[in-house]
């Protein structure tokens, strides 16, 4: 994907949600959707914060309601520890802010 992913200034992945240990994938899924590529507006709004911030790297909306009230703000405190580690050891000088 080395060769593929070079030819292009951004990349948008977006998790399936398609996860056994929960019943709500499908609302989450959509929430994403919506969220992130919900219309034009939306969609420009997010290349322009990428074209300002020289250092941004990943945007994800608000935790999805659904995983709060289901896991608590835990998770996502320990979801951004975690990707913290992965993205310090790949790339020392980033971190993840959720601001």
Do not use: A
């Not at 989450?28 to 939306?42: D, H, K, M």
């Not at 309601?65 to 703000?73: A, D, I, Q, S």
């Amino acid at each position: 994907m080395k060769k593929v992913i070079k030819k292009y200034k951004y990349i948008w992945h977006i998790h399936s949600k398609k996860s056994f240990h929960i019943n709500f994938g499908d609302k989450w899924r959509n929430y994403l959707y919506l969220n992130l590529l919900g219309n034009s507006q939306i969609i420009s709004e997010i290349l322009s914060e990428f074209e300002k911030y020289d250092k941004l790297g990943l945007i994800f909306p608000e935790p999805f309601y659904k995983v709060l009230t289901t896991f608590g703000k835990k998770i996502i405190d320990s979801n951004i520890k975690y990707m913290n580690f992965i993205i310090k050891t790949i790339f020392p000088k980033y971190r993840i802010s959720n601001n």
